[in-house]
């Protein structure tokens, strides 16, 4: 059973445009939303991330809107670069007490190709 | 930042062979470690947990044998393959996250930068 399920499966922008990855959460359970940046042959590298009480969080062209009733949440790539080609993760843990409690479950990625 | 370091970045070895992959959080006390496998194009699943001074907790299907977790001080956790073999080649990243208490789930996973393992 897949717990976060993530879109596109790749996406090619042009440069300056807008990059919109969407991810969707079934565990109401889950509290903390970040978004990793993945490029060939590194570790994931945190983006930005979300916790419940907000619905928006901007850090410099990133940004994620998250929407608690539908359990959706999103990544949004302003002024789109070359230098962004990479494969994104969205994630999502709950930090309660427990088996399970803090462990990342990560959406399938989505390659980002960014053209000049 | 906090950096999390892994070693070797890239191991070619023979069929049999045990590999033991280090990880190592540089400036942060890290209670909690994760290991993850990668195949490539595809998504992060989680191996297990490692806390630091306890028995690591395993994801269903991952052997416990096979994968051998040592969380033995603050900073360090290592992950020995046992008697490797060509379908354990993969992409392995460990992660590692900080602070302990109440406040545990406001401290996001630092990755280090993986280990290709591949085995003849």
């Known amino acids: 059973q897949q717990q976060v399920k993530q879109s596109p499966q790749s996406l090619i922008v042009q440069k300056g445009g807008i990059s919109i990855i969407n991810c969707a959460y079934e565990n109401t359970a889950f509290d903390y939303f970040p978004w990793y940046q993945q490029f060939p042959g590194k570790g994931p590298a945190l983006l930005i991330a979300?916790?419940?009480?907000?619905s928006e969080k901007k850090e410099g062209r990133f940004t994620i809107s998250f929407n608690k009733s539908a359990k959706q949440f999103s990544l949004h790539i302003m002024d789109s670069q070359p230098g962004d080609s990479a494969t994104y993760f969205c994630?999502?843990?709950?930090?309660?007490?427990?088996?399970?409690?803090?462990?990342?479950?990560f959406g399938k990625g989505t390659k980002l190709s960014v053209i000049p | 930042g906090a950096v999390v370091s892994q070693h070797p970045s890239w191991v070619i070895c023979k069929s049999g062979t045990s590999v033991k992959i280090e990880c190592r959080s540089l400036?942060?006390?890290?209670?909690?470690m994760f290991w993850y496998r990668q195949f490539p194009k595809q998504s992060l699943m989680l191996m297990a947990t490692?806390?630091?001074?306890?028995?690591?907790?395993?994801e269903q299907g991952v052997e416990k044998d096979k994968f051998l977790i040592n969380h033995a001080s603050l900073t360090l956790s290592t992950l020995t393959v046992t008697s490797a073999h060509p379908e354990d080649s993969s992409f392995y990243i460990c992660s590692a996250r900080r602070g302990e208490g109440k406040n545990q789930g406001n401290q996001p996973q630092h990755f280090g930068d993986g280990t290709r393992l591949s085995i003849l």
């Open positions: 490692s806390n630091e001074g306890s028995k690591a907790t395993y």
């Open positions: 400036d942060f006390q890290a209670t909690t």
């Open positions: 979300i916790r419940p009480d907000v």
């Open positions: 994630a999502a843990s709950m930090s309660n007490s427990g088996a399970g409690s803090y462990q990342l479950t």
